[in-house]
């Protein structure tokens, strides 16, 4: 077996080796030769296996991770029905379609072939119908005449009234109106019906000063008109269905809103509330919305809501 020999030389300066006892020469330092045998094992040069830790998916391990956001979502079996739904759709100012108080026809609508011909029973050959003349008269609930239309021979199928009469008034929401029908047989000999009442719970119409939105007080504030807060659930839907015709189409106009009641007080008291309401579905600030009231007879009690010219 093999024995490897360590020797280390030390080198001794002559003044500390002579403080030390150690041994001189000639003042020159003496070498000093240490040996020593190596133990049992072997010698081996042979260089060790280069070890290396590597990650064979470390390009992709980012990817793999799980979305810690799914972990953190509840799911819809541990929640109420409201939380799954988003909340705007919960928000009253939300326009809704359905609402159809204020009828986008042009007018007001007289079938006069069909009731010269149910009056009779039965239908009317062309050449028999030109022979019948005909009236057509619009009487307010007083029955006052508030318009007129008559021709001679072959009534209309279809006649369009725009509301408005030849002193240009307009039909007031909440007043009932009936359509009398007035017919001359070829003998001369007359014919008369009554069609059914004309009522609406609002109408829109155009003016010179702007668009008004007029409606009932009666389905505002009650039957008796007299109330100072909106009588539900008719109340409420009228007046939504108003600001609803206003955010589709006539928005950041200028409005004033003119409440015809059986007092000043009562009017200024219905004029605020309809404000109020107005302000919070239109969110507008109260100088865009002014308030008027005037005394009226219990006929004549309406709520206009109009939007102004600039």
Request: net charge neutral; aromatic share 8%.
């Amino acid at each position: 077996m093999m024995k490897a020999i360590f020797v280390f030389l030390f080198c001794v300066h002559p003044r500390s080796s002579a403080a030390a006892g150690a041994p001189v020469a000639g003042g020159m330092p003496v070498e000093i030769v240490i040996k020593a045998e190596a133990g049992a094992g072997k010698l081996n040069d042979t260089k060790p296996a280069l070890t290396i830790d590597i990650d064979p998916f470390e390009t992709i391990r980012p990817a793999l991770k799980p979305d810690e956001n799914l972990l953190l979502a509840v799911s819809p079996l541990t929640v109420s029905w409201r939380r799954t739904h988003p909340e705007f759709l919960r928000n009253e100012r939300v326009i809704q379609p359905w609402r159809t108080t204020f009828s986008q026809r042009p007018g007001i609508s007289f079938m006069v072939r069909d009731s010269l011909e149910t009056l009779l029973g039965g239908k009317l050959e062309a050449k028999d119908a030109r022979k019948w003349g005909w009236q057509l008269t619009i009487a307010d609930e007083e029955g006052r005449v508030f318009h007129h239309y008559e021709g001679s021979g072959d009534p209309p199928e279809g006649l369009i009234w725009s509301g408005q009469n030849d002193q240009g008034e307009w039909v007031r929401a909440g007043r009932s109106y009936s359509a009398i029908y007035t017919f001359t047989s070829p003998d001369g000999s007359p014919r008369t019906s009554v069609g059914k009442p004309i009522l609406f719970k609002g109408i829109v119409h155009q003016e010179d000063t702007g668009l008004y939105v007029s409606m009932d007080s009666s389905a505002l504030f009650g039957a008796s008109k007299n109330n100072a807060a909106l009588q539900s659930p008719t109340g409420v839907d009228v007046l939504r269905s108003a600001a609803d015709l206003i955010k589709r189409k006539y928005s950041a106009i200028p409005i004033a809103v003119r409440v015809f009641a059986n007092t000043k007080e009562l009017g200024d008291q219905q004029a605020k509330t309809v404000q109020e309401f107005l302000l919070r579905e239109l969110m507008v600030a109260s100088r865009h919305i002014s308030t008027d009231a005037t005394r009226a007879s219990f006929s004549d009690q309406r709520v206009e809501v109009v939007l102004l010219n600039r």
